[in-house]
């Protein structure tokens, strides 16, 4: 009786790992890699404009959209405003007190329906609840168009790189209070890229403007006291030194350079240089993240296509893996790392770089190169269809 019984177990044990194993051989795959379900929170029918980043301030996103701009509620993705009119293709939004401040660039009036030959550009200024827009001229578009979509603010102050071909580069800081004007910073022969402000400081990337055809050239680094506008220090990178859109970001006493032709990180106080290599290329207007001793960011198209994980440290990379089209900023929660890729969503373990699975019901931009933001455990992706809100709660 107990052989029979033992018998009859063993059959079941069987039976058991055989319909495991065919529900495994089973799973469907993307690329050889296992698709898996996500949790979506909601979709909202917002459009972002390829690139730049859209604002996540308390529980609402501000999204430029092709003529205007749009208000989204995070915790529900309901729309709280919309508007149009707003001449915005290639500018990012930046808030102070309870307005939003996005270019408007009239360089070239063709492109636009709305612009009826208007030739000037001009900072439109929003209130946050969308019911009210003014606007500031801030120069003729000969002498301020190039590189006025890079915005940046502190305080109650904006700053950004005019590179017209009449006076230069210069580095301009407008006071949204007093509508003052200052010019803090100028360079003949340069090109203006990512302006990043903190606590008073400014750090400012700029190429030489017969190299943005190309990638091999020397950008220099140019950090400024913004109390009495005098430059603290100055570095020209061997290796990450195309100043592009988005590559500079500020973890504790650092400056890291997360850039198109290379990484490098720098003490931001003295501009002591902690590595500088050519290993790991990030993209031009994704952003990068920081989990411990590690950094974690992805290389476009054009640069090889590839998710990093490297020692914010040393620069050396713990691990990497090749994409599609990458260039978002990815997003990180209990050890899981988010990449948005333009035809899937791709799930890492964030510690060894092993992929866990991908879904494709969810895309990134056709466009992969614009920063995607977080709120509290979504990661929020644009595409052709929208926002989407994914909850990042993906168990190891």
């Given at each position: 009786m107990r052989i029979k019984m033992n018998l009859i177990i063993l059959m079941f044990i069987t039976l058991t790992l055989t319909m495991c194993q065919c529900s495994l051989n089973q799973q469907e795959l993307y690329q050889g890699k296992p698709i898996i379900k996500v949790d979506i929170a909601w979709r909202s029918a917002v459009y972002q404009n390829a690139n730049f980043a859209y604002l996540v301030s308390g529980n609402t996103a501000y999204i430029p959209e092709g003529?205007?701009?749009?208000?989204?509620?995070?915790?529900?993705?309901?729309?709280?405003?919309?508007?149009?009119?707003?001449?915005?293709?290639?500018?990012?939004?930046?808030?102070?007190?309870d307005y939003l401040y996005i270019f408007e660039d009239y360089a070239n009036a063709n492109e636009s329906a709305i612009s009826n030959g208007v030739t000037y550009s001009r900072i439109v200024k929003i209130s946050i609840d969308g019911s009210k827009v003014d606007y500031i001229i801030v120069g003729p578009s000969e002498e301020w168009e190039t590189r006025m979509a890079y915005l940046s603010s502190y305080s109650n102050k904006l700053f950004w790189g005019s590179s017209g071909s009449i006076n230069g580069t210069k580095?301009?800081?407008?006071?949204?209070?007093?509508?003052?004007?200052?010019?803090?910073?100028s360079t003949s022969n340069q090109i203006m890229g990512k302006i990043l402000i903190s606590n008073n400081i400014a750090y400012v990337g700029h190429i030489p403007q017969a190299g943005i055809s190309h990638f091999n050239i020397h950008g220099t680094i140019t950090v400024i006291n913004l109390s009495n506008n005098t430059v603290?220090?100055?570095?020209?990178?061997?290796?990450?030194?195309?100043?592009?859109?988005?590559?500079?970001?500020?973890k504790d006493d650092r400056l890291y350079v997360i850039d198109g032709s290379g990484t490098a990180c720098y003490n931001k106080n003295t501009g002591e240089e902690i590595f500088d290599n050519n290993e790991a290329e990030g993209?031009?207007?994704?952003?990068?993240?920081?989990?411990?001793?590690?950094?974690?960011?992805?290389?476009?198209?054009?640069?090889?296509?590839?998710?990093?994980c490297i020692n914010r440290n040393t620069g050396?990379?713990?691990?990497?893996?090749?994409?599609?089209?990458l260039g978002t900023t990815p997003h990180i929660n209990n050890g899981v790392l988010y990449v948005a890729e333009?035809?899937?969503?791709?799930?890492?373990?964030?510690?060894?770089?092993?992929?866990?699975?991908?879904?494709t019901s969810i895309k990134g931009q056709t466009f992969q190169l614009s920063p995607t933001e977080r709120y509290k455990d979504l990661m929020l992706i644009c595409n052709d269809e929208g926002m989407v809100a994914v909850r990042m709660n993906y168990k190891l």
């Open positions: 003529d205007g701009v749009a208000a989204v509620n995070l915790d529900n993705g309901a729309i709280k405003w919309r508007i149009s009119g707003v001449f915005a293709p290639k500018s990012n939004i930046e808030k102070i007190g580095l301009i800081s407008l006071d949204t209070e007093t509508l003052e004007k200052v010019e803090i910073f603290i220090w100055e570095k020209t990178p061997n290796y990450a030194n195309y100043m592009g859109a988005f590559p500079f970001v500020i993209g031009y207007f994704g952003g990068c993240i920081f989990n411990g001793d590690y950094a974690y960011f992805t290389s476009p198209l054009y640069n090889g296509k590839r998710v990093y050396a990379i713990v691990w990497s893996d090749s994409g599609e089209q333009q035809t899937h969503l791709r799930l890492y373990n964030a510690t060894n770089g092993q992929v866990i699975g991908v879904t």
